[in-house]
Structures are given as C-alpha cells and as structure tokens.
T-cell receptor, first 113, second 115 residues
Framework: QKEVEQDPGPLSVPEGAIVSLNCTYSNSAFQYFMWYRQYSRKGPELLMYTYSSGNKEDGRFTAQVDKSSKYISLFIRDSQPSDSATYLCAMSINTGTASKLTFGTGTRLQVTL | EPEVTQTPSHQVTQMGQEVILRCVPISNHLYFYWYRQILGQKVEFLVSFYNNEISEKSEIFDDQFSVERPDGSNFTLKIRSTKLEDSAMYFC?????????????FGQGTRLTVV
C-alpha cells in the first residue's frame, strides 16, 4: 500500500463549481498536512498547511483533515480557470530535524469557461 | 516576496558527466531540501540539510549524489556521473524551521536532461 494515495484525475469542472480534492494515507505518524498547487513545469506552491484534525479556511480554499480516517481534503469554492493546475497533497512527520515531505501523485484539475 | 531561486532552469548533459544544480534559499531559512520529479510522476524527497550536514536522505540519494552549502547563500546538489534515469525536474526547497509549525517553500526547479 502506498503511503499517500491521490486520484490523478484529470478532473474537469465548469467555472464557478465547488471542487473537492482528496488524499488518503496509511502512515498514522503523519502529523502535518499540506496542499500545494503546481502549474506545468513549475515548482510546487504552498496553498494550505494544517496540523490538526478539522477545517482550515483561507479565502476560497478550505482544507479538511480527518486523522481517524486518514483522509484529507481540499475544497475550492467558486472555481476559476486560473485554478487549473495540478494539486499535490503532502504530509510530514515531526522528527525534530528537517522533516521530509511525502507527496501524493497529484490531481490535475481543469476549470472550463 | 522572498523566494527560492534555482539555476540553471534547464541543463542538458551527456551520460557520465558531472552536474551541479544551484539553489539560493530564502535568506532567513535554516533547513534546505532537494526533491526531484520524474516526468509524469510524483515529487520525491532526496535529501534534507541543516547545520552544514545531511539530516536525512532517501534511498535515491546514493553515492553519486552530494550536497553542499559552499557559502552563506548557496545550496548545491552535485550528481557525479549522470545516468539517463537521472533526467527529471529537481526542486530545491527551504524552510525556516524543521517542519514544526513551518512550511517548505519550493524553487521553480531545474530540468535536467541526460542524453
């Protein structure tokens, strides 16, 4: 079983739709959960960061973590064509030293006019 | 806004040659990382670096790879003898802290093509 599973998509939605992106994980030691956005041939850009179960909201984006189910989600409200990108979930463990990120494969999102 | 800068953006090299990928992390960050992404695959951790030494490395980071912080601003990844399968995007990242309450910021990447 992969440590982090993410549906690669592609996911195509019309402009204005609510988008739901999800990851599951198997390692219960993961404590920190992040969502990155990656445009084609660019570096990952941090969108959301959380370390507790529950919801965290930032503008049109809401990150949700359910540690009991080992399931995280990213919701995008009022999606825009500029949201078209690959969305990567990433997780890490607090090792006390530099914590590596374990990424999902990424979900490619296309928001159409 | 501070950012992680990587050079070159694209490097083409012949198999067996040495390459050095360069990164300038965000100035007040203390933790540095290299990741790679083979085309169509996920971003994979290579190595983390703190206080002038490697904190952790993955099984990908074998003896052909090395990292160095030669001065107060640069962070480099050296591949001694490149192989075709080293072709990938290489991302440098930096963070203010070790991961507890801090986030890693990524550079735009260096696309390495080994021919």
């Amino acid at each position: 079983q992969k440590e982090v599973e993410q549906d690669p998509g592609p996911l195509s939605v019309p402009e204005g739709a609510i988008v739901s992106l999800n990851c599951t994980y198997s390692n219960s030691a993961f404590q920190y959960f992040m969502w990155y956005r990656q445009y084609s041939r660019k570096g990952p850009e941090l969108l959301m960061y959380t370390y507790s179960s529950g919801n965290k909201e930032d503008g049109r984006f809401t990150a949700q973590v359910d540690k009991s189910s080992k399931y995280i989600s990213l919701f995008i409200r009022d999606s825009q064509p500029s949201d078209s990108a690959t969305y990567l979930c990433a997780m890490s463990i607090n090792t006390g030293t530099a914590s590596k990120l374990t990424f999902g494969t990424g979900t490619r999102l296309q928001v159409t006019l | 806004e501070p950012e992680v800068t990587q050079t070159p953006s694209h490097q083409v090299t012949q198999m067996g040659q040495e390459v050095i990928l360069r990164c300038v992390p965000i100035s007040n960050h203390l933790y540095f990382y290299w990741y790679r992404q083979i085309l169509g695959q996920k971003v994979e951790f290579l190595v983390s670096f703190y206080n002038n030494e490697i904190s952790e490395k993955s099984e990908i980071f074998d003896d052909q790879f090395s990292v160095e912080r030669p001065d107060g601003s640069n962070f480099t990844l050296k591949i001694r003898s490149t192989k075709l399968e080293d072709s990938a995007m290489y991302f440098c990242a930096s963070s203010e802290g070790p991961g507890v309450g801090t986030e890693a910021f990524f550079g735009q990447g260096t696309r390495l093509t080994v021919v």
